[in-house]
């Protein structure tokens, strides 16, 4: 049984969409030293008082500083005081972006498998 252009892209965009997700950004109402207590937490974004945005993987509380890496895989350390963390937010899942992403796969690809068994007889 050979597998349809269609069937692949859609196949390929499920995988995709599976292995991701739609992530969103929580901001939390607890001080940054309590909420890093907890090991857990992979990620944060902080938002500095000049409203600019840093994620920090894999940080931790040193000093009075917050300490982590700039992505996941990174090497280097960045090191941010606490006294500019205006806001502390941690990364979940957004199951309502993540469905309306995949209906909106499903949708292009039926169109697609529509108008191309409408060309079929030309």
Not at 27 to 39: I, Y
Not at 57 to 64: L, M, Q, R, S, T
Not at 102 to 120: D, F, M, P, R, T
């Amino acid at each position: 049984m050979r597998m349809t252009r269609a069937a692949r892209a859609m196949a390929l965009a499920w995988l995709v969409l599976a292995a991701s997700g739609c992530v969103g950004w929580r901001v939390q109402n607890v001080p940054p030293k309590e909420l890093l207590r907890d090991r857990g937490i992979e990620a944060v974004r902080i938002t500095r008082p000049d409203n600019s945005k840093v994620e920090i993987y894999n940080p931790a509380i040193v000093g009075d500083s917050i300490t982590g890496n700039p992505t996941n895989r990174a090497i280097i350390r960045l090191m941010i005081p606490l006294s500019q963390v205006q806001t502390i937010a941690t990364p979940y899942k957004n199951v309502g972006k993540t469905m309306l992403f995949g209906l909106a796969i499903l949708g292009g690809v039926g169109l697609y498998a529509l108008l191309q068994s409408l060309n079929e007889g030309y």
